[in-house]
């Protein structure tokens, strides 16, 4: 098997259906490829939509289990893939139009240990009809790879996007956390990756559906977990980018605490991420090359905010 498709589903009876849809006109058109869909804790009609399109679809495995935690999810569905490769699809997103396809000719092309691209953001679910728009492929040198993901602009943190080498990612199985278990992860496959591969093609379509897990909404549900996968990323690109390079994810962090009561409660609990803030040279940050004008003036007003807690 070349390729296994990863999809955890926790209630996700309102979309999966035409999600499978859209992923079995994807499937249609290629070989050696299986999808393992993970209902985890569900208690609508996934397990029912799950069940029925695996009796007429060979291609779909599934698995129920009951850990309401997405990188648990995750971590079943791994242990249940045979292929080479693995990528994830979220149980409310697609694969472009032709997407699924150009991902294993280039899988096939070039046996890389890790291939990265960005997702296209969509705030309507992907309908099938935006065809893919290839580009090339080019390889990323470690130290290249670690900055572009630092800079989580081009290059989100999410899993989705990304197809990485079997034996790599059973090394670093995805973090048994309720979210952000991608940003945590990711990092450790980037370094022990030998063979990584940047494309500029969108092959996936992310829907950034209210009220789901990345949905920080008002208060940011998972501070803790963001601050672990900020942590994580330090531990994995160590002498690989400098303390520059990663100020910003700190520093927007901080920001969005700032915004509210319970955020700067967690500040006042945390001190090890205001020792973290507080670490990054204030003079030299205001002078690096890293740092656009709009950072700068954020980190700012972030130490500012810290002033006024008493936070310094």
Known sequence: MLLSVIMPAHNAAAFLEQTLILLAGEMAGVEQVEVIAIDDASTDGTASILSA????????????????????????????????????LDSDDAFFKGGLSWLVQKLRQHDPDLLMTPLLEVYVP???????????????????????????????????GKCVRRNILLNHLPAAMSCYEDMATTPYWIRDAHGILWSETRFYAYYKRPGSLSDRGTEWRYKSEYCQALLNIEDAFRGQVSCMQTAHLWIGFA????????GKAFLRERTDVIDKLLSIPLPSYLCSSNASWKLKWRFLRVRLGLLRLGLK
């Not at 569905?77 to 045979?82: N, S």
């Open 255 to 262: 920001k969005e605490l700032l915004r509210n009561a319970a």
């Open 126 to 160: 992907y309908d099938g009809v935006e065809p893919l728009a290839p580009a090339d492929v080019e390889p990323l040198s470690l130290r290249q790879a670690c900055g572009k993901f630092c800079e989580h602009q081009a290059l989100q943190g999410h899993f989705n």
């Open 53 to 88: 399109f695996s009796s007429t679809h060979s291609w779909l495995r599934t698995l129920s289990v009951d850990f309401a935690n997405v990188g648990q999810a995750r971590r079943a569905g791994v242990e249940l893939a045979t292929g080479s490769f693995v990528t994830f």
